[in-house]
């Protein structure tokens, strides 16, 4: 006891840190079956199924089959290098979200620890910017390090195109900060409270919808998403920088990036879209029960399902899961647990809105051609932005000149 | 916070400063002898932090800053005549470049 | 000993050997990782200095963008591993020890320099001096005309990476 009450700050850390790496990899585990699904149901297929009921325990049967798999390391390959890409991409990915708030501050617990953000630095934007900035390395040292040709030049076309778009996807957050007057995420979403005419929320996407547009774009192009996929494209490249890599680095590579993509995610939601804050007023006081409503909603349809259509085993899985959502949405509903979910409901509810939107473009659009990949970026993404950016500082300047 | 004291930082900038010129020295790929330069920039650095926090003054900081964007500036153009070097002699070993006209 | 100062030390250790590895590596690749080690090393001890804002942008701009530059460079060239001559002899049982003993005598003198009790012991510092509010002020203020140079300085560097490494038509 003694030693907590001497590091606060040390024991929160750990606690938070081990609780979250455990959410995250979950989440991780679990987007991989949503945008199965999802891709599925795109292209009227069913997407994973017979694993457990609707294939919910296909993360669990990937993961083992990725860790009893032979783990094959080619002879040519830079030993110390090849083994440290992998470790390098996903450690980044995870720090990044370390940054992240997924509700209020004023909720604390040991010590006026704040329970729902790792680290809230006074410049938390400018280290995440600098996390992320380095993620590029976990790509292309994978791809040099291969000593092959087509990991090479996955790793070539990665680095050129992470350098190009991150200087738009800078630029266009740029906006948001001059409007929130900080580069704290709990102030820039506090500045976001609010309504115009009662019922519009004061989110940064409505005055910022240009820097938004150009953020969401430089972001899928930030993690190698299609249709800016280059790296990996393997139409073309077979299967670009992880060619050669197996078993349990390949599943690394992967976590990395759907890590980068929630973490993009987030930060798309924390910057225009208001990040824990409800859309909703705060008088409308019913909306306390909406995460505990929510879930109990999604455990009666799981009933349902469980009744109608499941049989045998997966009449079982069916069960436990809807007995968990009842029971958690009982408990959300419980006025003491009530306004501490508030938050986490409301953000993680946006990342899901973000994370299907980029599953969707997935399903949807083509690859971009390299060099289309470098003219957009550099000939209209970034000019979009610094005009935006320009825009925006005129406003205030001139605001500021009127008003004084 | 910091209990570190400062001459601590003062020597650390110094052996880094030091090792850097080794590597400037001892090195023969244009590149990494390029990458010396920016080691020994980074102990400057490190230097101009350690004084600004001495003197609680934010010169040496925004000297930093400074410093910071000239070597963005410098490696953007260094690492492009490092290309058209190995272009026109297709070697990067720094011995190689030892006429001034191509 | 409490927590700065093991993290100084862990930082230093790492810083150093990072460097060395810089020398010793015969690989491009290496020699370019090394580096990144000693810049992230020297960006926690800016946050222990307390200097948060040019941490971050030490890590951004350094390890993000620089050394990304130098290691896309390396791999477009193909960097093949350096080739070691042998030392003159005069080189090797003169100058090495004497660059040694020069390297230790500046951190002899930097070690016990003027810089007064007070700094040196590191006491008598105001914790959070060092505020990116402060440093805003005084870039904005102060040194105004420069920060503006530097942008003429990055658009005239980025015209002249173009043209020279544009191939030839």
């Not at chain 1, 759907?258 to 910057?271: D, K, P, Q, W």
């Not at chain 3, 460079?73 to 090797?92: G, H, P, Q, Y």
Request: aromatic residues 14%.
């Amino acid at each position: 006891m003694e030693f907590i009450s001497q590091h606060p700050v040390l024991v929160a850390s750990v606690i938070k840190i081990a609780v979250l790496l455990f959410i995250v990899m979950t989440a991780l585990a679990y987007l991989t079956w949503f945008e199965r699904k999802v891709v599925a149901h795109i292209q009227s297929r069913w997407g994973p199924y017979y694993v457990g009921a609707h294939g919910l325990l296909q993360p669990l049967a990937d993961g083992l089959k990725f860790l009893f798999k032979e783990d094959v390391t080619p002879p040519t390959s830079d030993r110390l290098v090849y083994v440290l890409a992998p470790f390098l991409a996903l450690a980044l990915a995870l720090t990044a979200i370390a940054f992240i708030p997924f509700g209020p501050p004023d909720k604390t617990f040991i010590y006026g620890q704040k329970i729902f953000v790792v680290s809230d630095s006074n410049i938390g934007l400018l280290f995440l910017f600098a996390i992320t900035s380095m993620g590029v390395y976990g790509v292309a040292l994978a791809g040099w390090s291969s000593n092959s040709k087509y990991p090479l030049l996955g790793g070539l076309r990665s680095s050129a195109q992470m350098i190009s778009y991150e200087v738009s996807l800078t630029l266009s957050v740029v906006g948001v900060l001059l409007i929130a007057g900080s580069l704290q995420f709990n102030q820039i979403i506090e500045n976001q409270g609010g309504h115009w005419w009662h019922f519009l929320p004061e989110w940064n996407v409505f005055p910022q919808i240009v820097g938004f547009l150009c953020y969401l774009t430089a972001a899928i192009a930030e993690t190698n998403r299609v249709p800016f996929d280059l790296p990996e494209a393997e139409t073309e490249l077979v299967a670009g920088f992880h060619t050669e890599y197996s078993s349990f680095k390949f599943a690394m590579f992967f976590m990395a990036e759907y890590a980068n993509m929630v973490t993009v995610s987030c930060l798309a939601t924390i910057l225009f879209f208001g990040g824990w804050l409800s859309p909703f007023p705060d008088s409308w006081h019913w909306q306390l029960y909406l995460p505990g409503a929510g879930l109990m909603a999604v455990g009666i349809y799981c009933a349902y399902d469980t009744i109608t259509r499941m049989r045998g085993i997966a009449r079982l899985q069916l069960t436990v899961v809807t007995l968990l959502s009842l029971v958690i949405g009982a408990l959300c509903l419980l006025p003491a647990v009530a306004p501490y979910v508030q938050g986490p409901f409301w953000f993680t509810a946006k990342v899901l809105v973000f994370l299907f939107f980029y599953v969707w473009v997935r399903g949807t659009l083509p690859r971009f051609r390299y060099d289309q990949l470098m003219s957009f970026g550099w000939k209209l993404l970034l000019p979009v932005s610094l005009a935006n950016l320009v825009g925006t500082a005129l406003w205030y300047a001139v605001g500021w000149m009127r008003h004084g | 916070m910091s209990v570190v004291p400062i001459s601590y930082y003062l020597v650390l900038s110094a052996v880094l400063f030091g090792l850097g010129v080794v590597a400037f020295v001892f090195k023969r790929n244009v590149i990494t002898i390029f990458m010396s330069i920016e080691l020994m920039l980074n102990a400057i650095n490190l230097a101009f932090i350690a004084f600004a926090r001495a003197h609680n003054q934010m010169d040496g900081l925004v000297f930093v800053f400074f410093v910071i964007v000239v070597a963005a500036a410098e490696a953007a153009v260094g690492l492009a005549i490092v290309i058209m070097l190995a272009r026109h002699r297709q070697s990067l070993s720094a011995e190689r470049i030892n006429s001034l006209k191509f | 000993m409490n927590l700065p100062f093991i993290l100084f030390f862990i930082c230093a250790l790492l810083a150093v050997l990072g460097a060395v590895l810089l020398i010793i590596a015969r690989e491009p690749i290496h020699a370019a990782l090394s580096l990144i080690l000693v810049m992230i090393a020297l960006a926690v001890l800016y946050l222990l200095l307390g200097a948060e804002f040019i941490a971050a942008v030490q890590i951004l701009v350094y390890a993000g963008a620089i050394m990304v530059l130098f290691v896309t460079v390396i791999m477009v060239l193909n960097a093949e591993a350096e080739e070691r001559t042998d030392f003159s002899k005069i080189a090797k049982w003169v100058g090495l020890p004497l660059g040694f003993v020069l390297l230790f005598a500046i951190a002899h003198w930097l070690y016990r320099a003027h810089v007064g009790p007070v700094v040196a012991s590191g006491a008598g510092i105001p914790a959070h001096a060092l505020s990116t509010w402060d440093l805003s002020t005084e870039l904005f203020r102060h040194y105004l005309f420069p920060f503006e140079a530097t942008s003429f300085l990055i658009l005239i560097a980025v015209l002249g990476a173009m043209i020279l490494a544009r191939r030839d038509e």
